[in-house]
């Protein structure tokens, strides 16, 4: 019904930059909060950014100052700018979008395939 489909990820030096994006397509009525989590081996999937329908944006602790999540509504796509980039950043990140479809009474989340993100020299 719904595909949410990521690209940009990939390996950079620390301190450098990457940008993610992740555009949701299928039998969309409306979609509320769209944004980014993130997995390391041995860890729990960590939230990194969402932005929900309206101006605020919520970031975690991390990555607030280096990340900027943006979208683009007309095109159901999320972005996520990545600067200055640490090892510690190193992870597979998820795209989320919260979507009404044309076939429910409710909205479910939905998320993308995962892409690798490494930082290492």
């Known amino acids: 019904q719904v595909q949410l489909v990521e690209s940009g990820g990939g390996l950079v030096q620390p301190g450098g930059s990457l940008r993610l994006s992740c555009a949701a397509s299928g039998s969309i009525k409306s979609v509320y909060s769209m944004g980014w989590y993130r997995r390391t081996p041995g860890k729990q999937r960590e939230l990194v950014a969402v932005?929900?329908?309206?101006?605020?944006?919520y970031y975690a602790d991390s990555v607030k100052g280096r990340f900027t999540c943006s979208r683009d509504n007309a095109k159901n796509t999320v972005y996520l700018q990545m600067d200055s980039l640490k090892p510690e950043d190193t992870a597979v990140y998820y795209c989320?979008?919260?979507?009404?479809?044309?076939?429910?009474?409710?909205?479910?989340?939905?998320w993308g395939q995962g892409t690798q993100v490494t930082v290492s020299s």
């Open positions: 989320n979008a919260v979507v009404l479809t044309l076939e429910s009474l409710y909205e479910y989340d939905y």
């Open positions: 932005l929900p329908t309206g101006d605020n944006t």
